[in-house]
């Protein structure tokens, strides 16, 4: 029974900036994100990047810049023993109405046609309201916020909104643990 793990970028994986990650050597890592993402490997889950990347559509960086950040993350990851099996991101800014943007969950949606994802058997980690929303917009199983990044600042959100995350871990590592914990072996969360 394989699991699939969708995991926003920023503020989950790596510290976010307010001023946006336009450089490599602004990517950094979380402390244990890298781990948690070998440990969900190691799990038999498969990981899926899904990040808004407004940078690019507002011309801040180019799509050569994005990759070669990503290609740093997914190294950091692969040392540690993890693996990303794919990487879907919106370079569109909120004002296009684009469907692939956060909230919305079309990039989800374009990872289930690539790869025929059960979304019933597919968690959605994230650390702010859009990634909550999306997770529940797309019909994942289960929805997991972590308070790193906006984590805090999406709980009040989410609350005005009547929306609930399944699981809220202080980290990646602490959601990773949990997610392998409750779903390994063909164990079900309820």
Known sequence: MTYTVFLDRDGVINHDSDAYIKHPDEFHFIP???????????????????????????????????DAILKKMTHGVEQAGGRIKDIFFCPHTPDQGCDCRKPKPGMILQAVARHGID????????????????????????????????GEKALAALTKKGIVPDFIAKDLYEAACWITANFSSGNRAS
């Open 32 to 66: 244990k994100s890298p781990e948690a993402i070998a440990l969900l490997s190691a799990g038999g889950f498969q990981v899926i990047l899904i990040t808004n990347q407004s940078a690019v559509g507002r011309g801040m960086i180019s799509g050569r810049t994005l």
């Open 119 to 150: 979304l019933n058997k597919s968690l959605m980690v994230g650390d702010s309201a859009k990634d909550i929303e999306c997770g529940k917009h797309a019909g994942c199983a289960k929805t997991i916020l972590v308070k790193t990044g906006n």
